[in-house]
T-cell receptor, first 112, second 116 residues
């Protein structure tokens, strides 16, 4: 099975930087996704990492260390609209199927 | 516009009644999925379909049924056997973007089902 851990809630200030961590334990690892989900809405894709290192995409960056089973999502220059839940999801080979398992999500509140 | 639609957004049913949630996509995606989301828990996979006329159970399939008669449609029936059906239900489809090495899941807007 898979086990994914991420903090339940975080608070950060507008204009600041915040790092949301995700640790996982799985066999057959084949990539890690980050999604953003505003309350009552559908998750939207942010990033994907399958190799170790940092992927940068505008204000958002995602890092992966496969040996440590660790990833983080870095949000820079925080804006009020960044208040949302951030879901870490791990993809792994499962009986010929690429199964994606989601963490519980980290609810980020951005305050003025 | 291309996308995934789920209807209705809010649905109320009495206990003991079956209810079917619709999911339609015009993205020409082969794979489709159903998840439920509960407070304090991650998205949990109910059923998935990788191709028309084929579907597989996910982690929590008990009390649910699906069909995939058309590529565009993947309806989910919540039966009276599902012991705790009140939840937020999300449908998704996936495809590999040009130049990408992975499939990306695209989610519909969700249906919030409340069983009274």
């Amino acid at each position: 099975g898979q086990n994914i851990d991420q903090p339940t809630e975080m608070t950060a200030t507008e204009g600041a930087i915040v790092q949301i961590n995700c640790t996982y334990q799985t066999s057959g690892f084949n990539g890690l996704f980050w999604y953003q989900q505003h309350a009552g809405e559908a998750p939207t894709f942010l990033s994907y990492n399958v190799l170790d290192g940092l992927e940068e995409k505008g204000r958002f960056s995602s890092f992966l260390s496969r040996s440590k089973g660790y990833s983080y999502l870095l949000l820079k220059e925080l804006q009020m609209k960044d208040s949302a839940s951030y879901l870490c999801a791990v993809r792994a080979n499962s009986g010929g199927y690429q199964k994606v398992t989601f963490g519980i999500g980290t609810k980020l509140q951005v305050i003025p | 516009d291309g996308g995934i639609t789920q209807s209705p957004k809010y649905l109320f049913r009495k206990e003991g009644q079956n209810v079917t949630l619709s999911c339609e996509q015009n993205l020409n995606h082969d794979a489709m999925y159903w998840y439920r989301q509960d407070p304090g828990q991650g998205l949990r996979l109910i059923y998935y379909s990788q191709i028309v006329n084929d579907f597989q159970k996910g982690d929590i399939a008990e009390g649910y049924s699906v069909s995939r008669e058309k590529k565009e449609s993947f309806p989910l029936t919540v039966t009276s056997a599902q012991k705790n059906p009140t939840a937020f239900y999300l449908c998704a489809s996936s495809a590999r973007l040009a130049g990408a090495s992975f499939d990306t899941q695209y989610f519909g807007p969700g249906t919030r089902l409340t069983v009274l």
